[in-house]
């Protein structure tokens, strides 16, 4: 069993940084690509940010030059450092991974999210 962990979300006003941290656990052999999306009310969840496990990164153009994703290889760990936020940066913040698992062949797990919400 593979699991995901989110956290750090929470209230930060308009023009505010928060850090979002995404643990891969369990019978892990190796992660490829971690990814975070996002999702508003009402709307479809949509692509934040991915990174390799050998470090390239790519970013929506919503995010980028206030977003810096990263991973630490070692300890499965994502992390999404958030500057400049906006009120539309208000939604629940999820990670992906692709894994592979000593149980399964290489899948794709989600965490539970975390909740982000900018305040004007």
């Known amino acids: 069993q593979v699991q995901l962990v989110e956290s750090g979300g929470g209230l930060v006003q308009a023009g505010g940084s928060r850090r979002l941290s995404c643990t891969a656990s369990g019978s892990i052999i190796s992660i490829t690509t971690m990814t975070w999306y996002r999702q508003a009310p009402g709307k479809e969840r949509e692509w934040v940010a991915s990174i390799t496990s050998g470090g390239s990164t790519n970013s929506a153009v919503s995010v980028k030059g206030r977003f810096t994703i990263s991973r630490d290889n070692a300890k499965n760990t994502m992390w999404l450092q958030m500057n400049s936020l906006k009120p539309e940066d208000t939604g629940a913040y999820y990670c992906?991974?692709?894994?592979?698992?000593?149980?399964?062949?290489?899948?794709?797990?989600w965490g539970q999210g975390t909740q982000v919400t900018v305040s004007s």
């Open positions: 992906n991974a692709l894994v592979t698992s000593r149980s399964t062949s290489t899948a794709s797990y």
